[in-house]
């Protein structure tokens, strides 16, 4: 307004009706009531006030760089911030269920206004043939398809449809590493308010719900019951702690492989940080098969030649100190002995010698593997499995188990809803995706290693999920989809690269260091 009346844009001789004063006045007008607007929303709902801040600057983030509302939806997903906006914070379901439809205006910007075509990716087929072996179990396998139909809806959103979406917005190798650095950043958010919680003892606030925990009594039957330490298992946004700590896990071969193809010292430490607080907000979960993923994931990096000596031994340091920080990890690993007691000849005994968790996970699994012996073609529907648990594991003599149950083994359970045809299609759309991520790796590994890290270091991503999958059930499926269809993305960059584009990126100052040099 200073400006206005210092301008004389109010004196009797200015021209108010020219069309740049009133679009100066229109613009302050809408300003001023946009602040009253979030200043009074602010007094009665402080979230609500911010809320409508992030939305107007990435309205206007948006209007300038398309590319921006895909990176706000990565962001959104993979802090599950949508769902803490809508089960803490009062916000309703259906604004929460539809910030996916933001990918649509980076995907009408490539598709309609650069006239781009539409991307198909190798496995995009296979997605069609396994939403049609799904619908064959709703219809000729499930008892309920009312129960059935939702999870079928789930995985076309979810799954198909944001394969579809991620594959199509994500279209370069400096968008993919941009994505990478937003999922990094995600997990920096995650796991540092995980580490904070942890350390203060600050348990009963959940930060507005982006850092929930869980409180689990510890099984000792050699101690008395006061004595019975508790162990506070993080929980993050998920509120699930063995999803949050596989998640989490995702995310440091991205990590790892950013630290290795960088050339810039700071976005080296940076990848290096980020790392060790995606590592930590994994193993504060103190989830068995989170530690067992990463150990299988070090394992075959070092097999294949994918990581130096000295950087395992650096890794292996870091979780040396990991573990003196944090030592549940290891008494925690250490109770996957007594799994083979189960199978001990003396039933009873077996028993006695394993905690709750690894009798109800073993009776689940196997009640998995019975359910799909007697549907062995298209399974018993999607998501259906819970409704069979208790017949099938009644006669099994290991736990009793009176409520609906996962199958907590992704090959189980996907053996059990989706049969052995949807088993077969399933892991054929994992083992494509990695044998090409591979074969990208070995063949621009010299001449474009910004296009062999990309392809290394999601199919990394890949190896986590799966390792991890032997203990745990498809579930939160948008977060494997999502991670599918980015490691697609690296594999149509790879299908596509050209030794041209060295020598341009290079100028640009676009290309990335080479990656460390594997035999593999």
């Known amino acids: 307004i200073g400006l206005m009346l210092n301008n004389r844009s109010f004196a009797p001789n200015s021209k108010l009706n020219s069309m740049p004063q009133r679009r100066t006045l229109l613009l302050l007008v809408s300003v001023l009531v946009s602040a009253f607007a979030i200043g009074l929303a602010t007094i009665y709902q402080p979230f609500l006030g911010l809320a409508i801040v992030l939305v107007l600057l990435l309205g206007l983030g948006v209007a300038i760089k398309p590319d921006i509302a895909s990176l706000a939806v990565f962001f959104i997903l993979y802090t599950n911030a949508a769902a803490v906006a809508v089960r803490f914070h009062g916000v309703p379901s259906i604004v929460g269920a539809l910030f996916l439809t933001l990918l649509f205006i980076p995907l009408g910007y490539y598709l309609i206004l650069k006239r781009q075509p539409f991307v198909f990716t190798p ?13 064959a179990g709703v219809i000729f396998s499930s008892e ?41 950043a995600a997990g920096v958010f995650m796991g540092s308010l995980s580490l904070f919680q942890y350390v203060t003892n600050t348990l009963d606030n959940n930060y507005g719900g982006f850092a929930q925990n869980e409180e689990q009594t510890v099984v000792d039957a050699t101690a008395a019951i006061d ?10 946004p998920i509120g699930e ?21 960088e050339r810039s010292k700071v976005l080296k430490v940076a990848a290096a940080g980020a790392t060790v607080f995606c590592l930590i907000g ?5 989830s068995r098969g ?18 130096k000596l000295r950087d395992i031994l650096l890794v292996i340091a870091a979780m040396v100190l990991v573990v003196v920080m944090f030592p549940q990890n290891l008494e925690r690993l250490s109770s996957l002995e007594a799994l083979t007691a189960i199978f001990d000849s003396d039933t009873t005994a077996g028993i006695k010698q394993t905690d709750g968790a690894v009798q109800g996970r073993a009776t689940e699994m196997i009640a998995a593997g019975l359910v799909f012996i007697d549907h062995p073609l298209v399974g018993v529907g999607p998501g259906m499995f ?9 006669g099994l003599g290991i736990r009793l188990l009176t409520t609906n149950r996962e199958a907590h083994s992704l090959y189980l359970g996907t053996a059990a809803e989706v049969g052995g045809l949807g088993l ?22 010299k001449s474009r290693p910004d296009i062999a890290n990309l392809n290394a270091s999601f199919m990394f991503v890949l190896v986590v999920y799966m390792t991890t999958g032997l203990f745990l059930h498809m579930s939160y499926e948008r977060y494997f989809w999502s991670m599918l269809a980015l490691a697609n993305v690296a594999i149509y960059l790879s299908l596509h690269a050209t030794e041209v584009q060295v020598t341009e990126s290079t100028a640009a100052g676009g290309a990335l260091p080479a990656a460390p040099v594997h035999a593999g």
């Open 123 to 135: 496995i995009a087929p296979l997605l069609v043939v396994y939403l049609l072996i799904q619908m």
């Open 144 to 184: 309920n398809m009312d129960l059935a139909f939702p999870n079928l809806i789930t995985y076309i959103t979810e799954g198909m449809l944001l394969f579809l979406l991620i594959t199509n917005v994500v279209r370069t190798p400096a968008m993919l590493r941009q994505v990478i650095w937003v999922l990094l």
């Open 227 to 236: 004595d019975v330490p508790a162990l506070v298992r993080q929980a993050g």
């Open 241 to 261: 702690k063995n999803r949050y700590s596989q998640i989490m896990l995702m995310l440091v071969p991205l990590g790892m492989f950013r630290f290795w193809g």
């Open 282 to 286: 994994s193993l504060l979960t103190f």
């Open 290 to 307: 989170g530690i067992v993923g990463l150990i299988l994931m070090l394992l075959i990096m070092a097999v294949l030649r994918y990581i």
């Open 386 to 394: 819970p409704y069979y648990v208790e017949q099938y594991a009644r």
């Open 424 to 445: 077969l299609c399933f892991l054929g759309m994992v083992g494509i995706s990695m044998v090409y991520l591979a074969r990208g790796h070995k063949r621009w590994q």
